[in-house]
């Protein structure tokens, strides 16, 4: 898979088909007007979970919320990826998104970001390629890539509009999803103008980017019961005429949302607090686990002897469970598992070395039990 093919190709199909602004009936004004010649974000075509019809409501909502996460405590490795001939970094360009990992940081947020040439620890991989910007969504960075990179930029950084990307894309990053594909957000779209815009001129998408990126609805995992923010840092711009309510955005549009706003920060808090120390865990000793759904709790654990160890929750419950073992005093992702809306339990059956320390963290996506919930290492 190569998305950045795709809005090359729709480049060549659509080059005469820049829709005439008089025929959409636009209403500029000096907010949107240079967002008719911003390229925007194009997602990548990614599989998404699929939950069961029988379960709750509420139980699927917990796990839309939480899935492809991070647990808060990690830290993120990101590398700047060169290639032989397709791109090459400059310094004032990683410096760009330097910065906006640190304004992401700065929330903060229970998340730490490292820089690393190590390709190996990067779970973040940057590239630079001319044409789109993109990034996986959360931990689909762990099992998607595409030359080598889990997200790119495909335009100059060093303006407004290019820090504003820089701190887009790490929103998808971190597990974030576009604000205008919120399903509460209300908005109907004025179908025909947004196909005829998004083909042309300057993004050239063809029609599967353009109902992947903007048409069809996706959970987005905020704060939970926030409201449609349309000036979420992750909400394209849009120009008057594309949206056909709520008012006043259909004759208005929305501007360009340089920076995170209230509500960014506030999701970003309530995903991934800040941590406390790990406290300790033995072997056959059941931990409780908190079971608001959210909730997360790190533990650390020094094996006594190599083996194989099995460490899993107990309980009802759907969960996101991470082994990361301390190397040079800092975590680093050793092995994952979530099971959550399936019927079994989150487990790991890995070998641990003796000696070593591993920081368990587990979060509790949804827990139904009435007897609580619990992890267990055997
Ligand atoms: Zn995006």
Same mark, same amino acid.
């Given at each position: 898979?190569?998305?950045?093919?795709?809005?090359?190709?729709?480049?060549?199909?659509?080059?005469?088909?820049?829709?005439?602004?008089?025929?959409?009936?636009?209403?500029?004004?000096?907010?949107?007007?240079?967002?008719?010649?911003?390229?925007?974000?194009?997602?990548?075509?990614?599989?998404?979970?699929?939950?069961?019809?029988?379960?709750?409501?509420?139980?699927?909502?917990?796990?839309?919320?939480?899935?492809?996460?991070?647990?808060?405590?990690?830290?993120?490795?990101?590398?700047?990826?060169?290639?032989?001939?397709?791109?090459?970094?400059?310094?004032?360009?990683?410096?760009?998104?330097?910065?906006?990992?640190?304004?992401?940081?700065?929330?903060?947020?229970?998340?730490?970001?490292?820089?690393?040439?190590? =390709? +190996? %620890?990067?779970?973040?991989?940057? @590239? !630079? #390629?001319?044409?789109?910007?993109?990034?996986?969504? *959360?931990?689909?960075?762990?099992?998607?890539?595409?030359?080598?990179?889990?997200?790119?930029?495909?335009?100059?950084?060093?303006?407004?509009?290019?820090?504003?990307?820089? =701190? +887009? %894309?790490?929103?998808?990053?971190? @597990? !974030? #999803?576009?604000?205008?594909?919120?399903?509460?957000? *209300?908005?109907?779209?004025?179908?025909?103008?947004?196909?005829?815009?998004?083909?042309?001129?300057?993004?050239?998408?063809?029609?599967?980017?353009?109902?992947?990126?903007? =048409?069809?609805?996706?959970?987005?995992?905020?704060?939970?019961?926030?409201?449609?923010?349309?000036?979420?840092?992750?909400?394209?711009?849009?120009?008057?005429?594309?949206?056909?309510?709520?008012?006043?955005?259909?004759?208005?549009?929305?501007?360009?949302?340089?920076?995170?706003?209230?509500?960014?920060?506030?999701?970003?808090?309530?995903?991934?607090?800040?941590?406390?120390?790990?406290?300790?865990?033995?072997?056959?000793?059941?931990?409780?686990?908190?079971?608001?759904?959210?909730?997360?709790?790190?533990?650390?654990?020094?094996?006594?002897?190599?083996?194989?160890?099995?460490?899993?929750?107990?309980?009802?419950?759907?969960?996101?469970?991470?082994?990361?073992?301390?190397?040079?005093?800092?975590?680093?992702?050793?092995?994952?598992?979530?099971?959550?809306?399936?019927?079994?339990?989150?487990?790991?059956?890995?070998?641990?070395?003796?000696?070593?320390?591993?920081?368990?963290?587990?979060?509790?996506?949804?827990?139904?039990?009435?007897?609580?919930?619990?992890?267990?290492?055997?």
């Amino acid at each position: 898979m190569n998305p950045l093919k795709e809005p090359h190709q729709a480049e060549a199909r659509n080059k005469e088909k820049r829709p005439q602004e008089d025929s959409l009936k636009l209403k500029h004004n000096d907010a949107t007007r240079k967002s008719e010649d911003r390229r925007l974000c194009a997602q990548p075509p990614v599989q998404r979970i699929s939950l069961p019809e029988t379960i709750s409501e509420d139980r699927k909502y917990s796990i839309y919320l939480t899935n492809k996460k991070w647990l808060s405590g990690t830290v993120l490795h990101y590398a700047f990826v060169e290639h032989p001939t397709l791109w090459s970094w400059e310094e004032s360009q990683k410096k760009i998104i330097r910065h906006a990992f640190e304004t992401w940081k700065a929330i903060g947020i229970g998340l730490s970001f490292e820089e690393t040439d190590d =390709l +190996h %620890e990067a779970e973040i991989k940057i @590239g !630079f #390629e001319p044409g789109s910007s993109w990034s996986y969504v *959360g931990t689909d960075c762990l099992h998607n890539s595409d030359l080598g990179r889990t997200m790119n930029f495909g335009w100059d950084l060093r303006s407004d509009w290019g820090g504003a990307t820089a =701190l +887009h %894309e790490i929103g998808h990053a971190l @597990g !974030f #999803e576009h604000e205008h594909q919120n399903p509460d957000s *209300g908005i109907s779209w004025n179908v025909p103008a947004v196909m005829a815009y998004y083909r042309g001129y300057p993004n050239y998408w063809d029609d599967q980017t353009i109902e992947r990126n903007i =048409l069809s609805k996706i959970v987005s995992g905020k704060k939970r019961g926030s409201k449609w923010d349309p000036t979420s840092n992750l909400h394209y711009p849009q120009l008057p005429g594309h949206l056909l309510g709520p008012p006043p955005y259909d004759v208005e549009g929305i501007g360009e949302n340089l920076a995170l706003s209230q509500q960014d920060k506030l999701s970003a808090l309530e995903m991934y607090p800040p941590v406390g120390h790990p406290r300790s865990i033995q072997v056959m000793r059941l931990e409780p686990l908190p079971t608001e759904a959210g909730s997360q709790t790190s533990f650390s654990f020094s094996p006594k002897a190599t083996r194989k160890y099995r460490i899993q929750t107990v309980g009802s419950s759907d969960s996101r469970l991470v082994i990361f073992e301390e190397r040079d005093g800092q975590p680093r992702h050793h092995s994952s598992a979530d099971d959550s809306g399936r019927p079994e339990n989150a487990m790991l059956e890995t070998k641990l070395i003796a000696g070593r320390t591993y920081i368990i963290g587990v979060r509790t996506n949804y827990a139904s039990s009435a007897d609580g919930v619990g992890l267990l290492i055997s």
